[in-house]
Each structure stands twice: as structure tokens, then as C-alpha cells.
């Protein structure tokens, strides 16, 4: 699976900005897609993630709810990650996550792809 992420750039608090990230690959074994975020000195968290299939259900950290929302089209092997009302700690290298999970009779393993990255700098 790979993943080209684009859509970063520079807006000013309170402004919007979409992500979108193009899979390809063996995108049929994707089963759940998502978007992380590391700024600076810090960890890399999940900013929200969906399942590839169906009406999958959405999951977001506090801190995005209600500004950000996360949508994929599976035509396209897109996932967006619409991101409103921008705020100078939302600052942060974003990245396009996906998860793969097989499972033979000896149980499950989970693998996880990355994209590249794309910067988004919010002013204030």
C-alpha cells in the first residue's frame, strides 16, 4: 500500500484547509484509514480515523471534534480530512495512515502504512 498525501499550506486562524490522501496498491486489504499529526518536540497522535468499507464509523481526537471531519471516496481511494475553524496549535505535520489487517488460522497481524507527510502552519 501506498499513500501520497497533499493539501498542506499555510491559512490563518480561524481559515480551513482539506487534506486528501490517494491510496494505491493493494487497497482492497485496507480496512481502516486515518490521519495523525505530529507538531514539533512531539508525538505523533491520531486526529481521526474511518473504516475503508461501508458506512464505516468515524473517530476523532477531543481536541478536532466539531471543526474536522473526516470522509473517504471509495471510486477514488481518497480519504480527506476537512479541517475548519483552524487554530494556531493545530500547527503540525500531517500524515495519511492506513491499516492492514490479515488474518490467517494463527491468529491476526496488524500492518500500518504512512504517507509522506504534508505541513499545515495555522497563524494567528
Known amino acids: 500500500v501506498q499513500l501520497q498525501a497533499s493539501g498542506g499550506g499555510l491559512v490563518q486562524a480561524g481559515g480551513s484547509l482539506r487534506l486528501s490522501c490517494v491510496a494505491s496498491g493493494r487497497v482492497v486489504d485496507i480496512d481502516a484509514l486515518g490521519w495523525y499529526r505530529q507538531a514539533p518536540g512531539k508525538q505523533r497522535d491520531l486526529v481521526a480515523s474511518i473504516t475503508a468499507a461501508g458506512g464505516g464509523p468515524t473517530n476523532y481526537a477531543d481536541s478536532v471534534k466539531g471543526r474536522f471531519t473526516i470522509s473517504r471516496d471509495s471510486a477514488k481511494n481518497t480519504v480527506y480530512l476537512q479541517m475548519n475553524s483552524l487554530k494556531p496549535e493545530d500547527t503540525a505535520v500531517y500524515y495519511c495512515?492506513?491499516?492492514?489487517?490479515?488474518?490467517?488460522?494463527?491468529?491476526?497481524?496488524?500492518?500500518?502504512?504512512w504517507g509522506q507527510g504534508t505541513l499545515v502552519t495555522v497563524s494567528s
Open positions: 495512515h492506513a491499516r492492514v489487517t490479515v488474518t490467517t488460522i494463527e491468529g491476526s497481524n496488524e500492518f500500518n502504512y
